[in-house]
């Protein structure tokens, strides 16, 4: 198992009128964060807030090429990013305690906390169709070339952490500082990873290590 301390390349924020960020997603361009009622758009680059979308945001966010997916209670709602309409809601994986939310392989990825798993869903019904167990606490998911990756936020220490995407075998794990929490974790497919900091109501661009870079 790979294991590094995390190089935190970026902090965005806090903002006077964010709380807390949850999920957070990259659309290529803009980095999305949720924050209870809302979603924001900022440019990563400069850290300038864009606009913002009303739409209950209460937990994970994905992009999947052309829309936006927001957990938000017990559904998933897919969101126009243009106008904030939300166009279709699906039902999330029962049990509570959803965070995390991804897009990869033509599926959503579900995080679910307390539950230490991650459930692969059909975006359109919302129907389980597979689930990876972890050793912590689930909160933000990602892909990035091939590799599932989710954050950790447990007993007040932070993780990012590989999985394989099979067997649910830890494989890496980047360490957090003490006291910096990841609420959601997205990729923006190269070398950055963006982690939210839940109630410090910031956003944290950590880089995402080279392979064979990581040390046992």
């Known amino acids: 198992m790979k294991r590094s301390a995390a190089d935190i390349l970026a902090e965005y924020g806090p903002f006077p009128d964010i709380d807390g960020v949850h999920g957070v997603s990259y659309d290529g361009r803009h980095l999305w964060f949720a924050s209870d009622g809302r979603l924001t758009a900022l440019d990563p680059d400069s850290g300038q807030r864009l ?26 709602q897919k969101v126009d990013p243009d106008t904030g309409r939300v166009l279709a809601r699906i039902p999330a994986p029962p049990g509570g305690g959803n965070s995390g939310l991804a897009w ?12 230490c798993r991650i459930q692969q869903i059909d975006p359109e019904t919302g129907e389980i169709l597979r689930t990876l167990e972890s050793e912590r606490f689930v909160t933000g998911v990602t892909w990035v070339d091939g590799e599932l990756w989710h954050g950790t936020w447990q007993d007040d220490q932070s993780d990012l952490r590989r999985l394989d995407p099979t067997s649910g075998e830890l494989l890496e794990r980047i360490e957090m500082p003490p006291g910096v929490g990841v609420s ?8 950055r990873f963006f982690c939210g900091g839940g109630n410090s109501g910031t956003v944290r661009a950590v880089r995402r290590p080279a392979r064979g870079a990581a040390v046992d």
């Open 51 to 76: 606009r913002s979308l009303e739409v209950a945001a209460d937990a994970g966010t994905a992009f999947d090429g052309r829309h936006l997916f927001q957990m938000a209670g017990e559904h998933i």
């Open 104 to 115: 990869a392989e033509g599926s959503l990825w579900v995080g679910q906390y307390r539950d």
């Open 184 to 191: 959601g974790l997205e990729s923006d497919g190269g070398e």
